[in-house]
């Protein structure tokens, strides 16, 4: 086990974050829920392609062997690409769709669509088609209950045109949408959850006496606001957020998250 006190790598990391690690690995027992894009992996152009960087896998894997530990992807991605790019042991809790797709330790806790849901998702796909087709290098990625028009390769202009009729096209086809803005994707389903209830859901689930919730976007906020004054906030990158401490991006995430694991490995045995 890495020597804790040894500057680096944590000295690279705010010193009210470090203390607030050390402060939430002496819980009972941790949930450590963590977003997937932006936050374990860099943003690429090609969602199928993203990987957790190789730090912040090994502390996930780490963690996920420790007892009065569980880890969680708390993702807005399909809980199939999900599984596809995080590539973790059964015993990882994956929530996919923001909260609406669950693998728990029961595999067969999935999302079950009623008629008119299903209805609504196929007007849903004809409308936002339309848009995904009339503007350049804007594409549509089918989800459980609805749909992500992401406008990573559009320019700045096509982008904007394009959340700006989507939102307008679906909103006169169909009410009672939810509708998500994110890091160049808009998402919609005709289901309503968010990250923030998901968070919650996991609390209950594994009885966590703290949450550690790291994450970049602004889906995420709801995530930080499920959050009690025990836990402990992540926010990667820029923006306004809820969260208590920040760092730059997933790097400094990885070194948090492999603090986290020497700091729970050493106090887990002494429980």
Same mark, same amino acid.
């Given at each position: 086990?890495?020597?804790?006190?040894?500057?680096?790598?944590?000295?690279?990391?705010?010193?009210?974050?470090?203390?607030?690690?050390?402060?939430?690995?002496?819980?009972?027992?941790?949930?450590?829920?963590? @977003?997937?894009?932006?936050?374990?992996?860099?943003?690429? @152009?090609?969602?199928?392609?993203?990987?957790?960087?190789?730090?912040?896998?090994?502390?996930?894997?780490?963690?996920?062997?420790?007892?009065?530990?569980?880890?969680?992807?708390?993702?807005?991605?399909?809980?199939?690409?999900?599984?596809?790019?995080?590539?973790?042991?059964?015993?990882?809790?994956?929530?996919?769709?923001?909260?609406?797709?669950?693998?728990?330790?029961? !595999?067969?806790?999935?999302?079950?669509?009623?008629?008119?849901?299903?209805?609504?998702?196929?007007?849903?796909?004809?409308?936002?088609?339309?848009?995904?087709?009339?503007?350049?290098?804007?594409?549509?990625?089918?989800? !459980?209950?609805?749909?992500?028009?992401?406008?990573?390769?559009?320019?700045?202009?096509?982008?904007?045109?394009?959340?700006?009729?989507?939102?307008?096209?679906?909103?006169?086809?169909?009410?009672?949408?939810?509708?998500?803005?994110?890091?160049?994707?808009?998402?919609?389903?005709?289901?309503?959850?968010?990250?923030?209830?998901?968070?919650?859901?996991?609390?209950?689930?594994?009885?966590?006496?703290?949450?550690?919730?790291?994450?970049?976007?602004?889906?995420?906020?709801?995530?930080?606001?499920?959050?009690?004054?025990? @836990?402990?906030?992540?926010?990667?990158?820029?923006?306004?957020?809820?969260?208590?401490?920040?760092?730059?991006?997933?790097?400094?995430?990885?070194?948090?998250?492999?603090?986290?694991? @020497?700091?729970?490995?050493?106090?887990?045995?002494?429980?």
């Amino acid at each position: 086990m890495v020597d804790v006190d040894t500057p680096p790598p944590f000295s690279r990391l705010p010193e009210p974050l470090v203390g607030a690690l050390r402060e939430i690995t002496r819980t009972k027992q941790l949930l450590v829920a963590l @977003d997937f894009d932006g936050t374990l992996a860099p943003e690429v @152009d090609d969602p199928e392609r993203a990987r957790a960087l190789p730090e912040a896998r090994a502390a996930v894997l780490r963690l996920l062997e420790m007892p009065h530990t569980r880890v969680a992807l708390v993702s807005g991605r399909s809980l199939a690409s999900l599984e596809r790019v995080s590539q973790l042991p059964d015993n990882a809790l994956l929530i996919g769709s923001h909260g609406i797709e669950i693998r728990l330790d029961d !595999p067969d806790d999935i999302i079950g669509l009623d008629a008119a849901e299903v209805e609504r998702v196929e007007k849903l796909k004809e409308v936002l088609s339309e848009v995904a087709e009339s503007i350049d290098q804007v594409w549509l990625e089918e989800k !459980p209950a609805g749909f992500a028009l992401h406008t990573r390769l559009a320019t700045d202009h096509n982008s904007r045109v394009a959340h700006l009729v989507a939102r307008s096209e679906a909103a006169a086809e169909l009410d009672n949408l939810t509708v998500r803005g994110g890091k160049n994707v808009l998402e919609f389903s005709v289901r309503s959850t968010t990250k923030g209830e998901a968070i919650e859901h996991l609390r209950a689930y594994t009885g966590a006496t703290a949450v550690f919730f790291a994450g970049d976007d602004v889906t995420d906020e709801d995530g930080f606001a499920a959050l009690n004054a025990d @836990d402990l906030g992540l926010k990667a990158g820029e923006g306004t957020t809820l969260a208590n401490h920040r760092v730059k991006g997933p790097a400094e995430v990885a070194r948090a998250l492999a603090m986290l694991a @020497d700091l729970r490995e050493g106090d887990v045995h002494e429980q």
